[in-house]
Every structure is written in C-alpha cells, then in structure tokens.
C-alpha cells in the first residue's frame, strides 16, 4: 500500500518561512511528478508548485520567487520551503505524487492529508 504522509504546517507572522515535507512510502516502483497544492474552506483546490522527476519546477505565480520545491528522490520526500509569507497563504497544503506502485506497475494520483499553514499579520 502506498501512501503520503505531509507535515512541516504550523502559525508564522507575515514575512517568515515554514518549510513543508512530503515522505511517500509503500511498495514504489517509481515517482513521476510530485507537487503541493493548496486549499481555503469554501474554493478550490490549487496548485502551488510541481517538480518532475528530473527536477524541472514550475510555480503558481502568487508564489514565484518566494516558494521553492524540491524533492529528493533517494528518500521519496518532497519539500516546499515557503519564504515571506503572506495572511494570504493561508490555507491548508496538500501534497501530491504520481506513483507507480510494484503491486500492478500502473501509475496513479496519489494525495497526503493535508497540514494547516496559517500566516497572520
């Protein structure tokens, strides 16, 4: 069984950082994409930022230049070091990988259970 277990979340005034990690574990053949989303009570789902499994990043542009994703592929771990926070990244995260377990070699969406982040002012 594959799962996503995410954690890092927590209360930070305006301007400071948190950093978000993301273990996946089970029986993995292999990671493609990991990513971070996130989630306000009462809207959709968004994403954050993505990583492919060569490193190659893209970025929401509410978060350009102040979040940085990167994963380290021999511990199955994604990170989002989140930097100048704003009231407005408040949210709850959520992490994100495509994974192709050794149980059927198919790949599948797979989502960890979210950790609160709220930034005050």
């Known amino acids: 069984q594959v799962q996503l277990v995410g954690s890092g979340g927590g209360l930070v005034q305006a301007g400071g950082s948190l950093r978000l990690s993301c273990a996946a574990s089970?029986?993995?053949?292999?990671?493609?994409?990991m990513g971070w989303y996130r989630q306000v009570p009462g809207e959709q789902r968004e994403s954050v930022a993505r990583i492919t499994s060569g490193g190659s990043t893209n970025y929401a542009d509410s978060v350009k230049g102040r979040f940085t994703i990167t994963r380290d592929n021999a511990k199955n771990t994604v990170y989002l070091q989140m930097n100048s926070l704003k009231p407005e990244d408040t949210a709850v995260y959520y992490c994100?990988?495509?994974?192709?377990?050794?149980?059927?070699?198919?790949?599948?969406?797979?989502w960890g259970q979210g950790t609160q982040v709220t930034v005050s002012s």
């Open positions: 089970g029986s993995i053949f292999s990671i493609n994409a």
């Open positions: 994100n990988a495509n994974i192709v377990p050794r149980l059927h070699f198919f790949p599948g969406d797979y």
